[in-house]
């Protein structure tokens, strides 16, 4: 999961991360080579800051419930949908209190199984607090708004609806999907990331190839004079599309780290 970036004129090389977003705190470790190529870095970039207030204060507004969202559904389709997140301790009541996008969070952090889903581990809190404890100059490849725009534009409600009917399916493609990430078996998770219960090919072409390819050119300029240690999620790096190949295709040398 850990890519080194070098040549193409670079002064120092950088690095490129794959994480995943939330683990469990059994599953959660950064292994030292991570933390040496993290170290070694003076500029720590992340997809999204979470570190800033302004940027915690705007995931807050974006998790507010959306009347206009519940009424898409039909009082039949409502029922259906919450016989289905009863059996999972849930409620389709949900959608009252809070935006489809948080609801859909809600359910991936449920595939996880962890024994207390509040102490959940993620790579980017963690490498952002340790980057504020060294004082390290922390960058963004977005804003927040953009992010939960695109995800607003894409959870529909026939997205949402397909979601709570595939709840059953998550456990079993997220244990996969850790044991492959934990086993830095790149290809295995990037195809997991693509089975048709995450996303459809619409989704990996907004949620992953468009970004990559604005990413791309965001980088060069990123590592041009300073080291830096650039995580975003794993399922970002591989393939044609994805930043190792498009980063190559720059000519730059990029290249796993054992």
Not at 110 to 137: H, I, R, W
Not at 141 to 162: S, V
Not at 174 to 186: H, R
Request: proline share 4%; glycine share 4%; hydrophobic share 40%.
């Amino acid at each position: 999961m850990l890519w080194k970036i070098s040549g193409n004129g670079l002064k120092q090389h950088s690095y490129l991360f794959g994480t995943i977003h939330m683990l469990c705190p059994d599953d959660f470790v950064i292994k030292q080579k991570n933390l040496d190529a993290f170290n070694s870095s003076k500029k720590i970039i992340f997809e999204v800051d979470l570190s800033k207030p302004e940027n915690v204060k705007s995931l807050q507004a974006f998790a507010v419930s959306d009347p206009n969202f519940i009424k898409a559904f039909s009082e039949d389709e409502m029922k259906k949908m919450d016989s289905v997140l009863v059996a999972q301790q849930l409620s389709i009541k949900l959608l009252d209190y809070a935006s489809p996008v948080a609801v859909i969070s809600l359910f991936s952090m449920k595939g996880f199984n962890c024994p207390d889903p509040t102490k959940m581990k993620s790579y980017e809190v963690e490498l952002a607090a340790l980057a504020n404890s060294q004082g390290k100059t922390i960058g963004e490849l977005e804003t927040p708004d953009f992010q939960f725009n695109l995800l607003k534009d894409l959870i529909t409600p026939k997205l949402f609806m397909e979601s709570v009917f595939q709840l059953d399916k998550y456990p079993a493609l997220t244990a996969k999907m850790v044991e492959a990430y934990k086993t830095e078996n790149l290809e295995e998770l990037t195809k997991l990331l693509e089975d048709s219960a995450w996303m459809t090919v619409e989704q990996k072409d907004k949620l992953l190839i468009d970004r990559n390819l604005n990413w791309s050119n965001l980088i060069p300029e990123i590592i041009k004079d300073q080291s830096s240690f650039i995580a975003v999620g794993a399922g970002h790096l591989a393939g044609d599309k994805g930043l190792i190949s498009l980063l190559r295709n720059k000519g730059f040398t990029v290249e796993a780290v054992k």
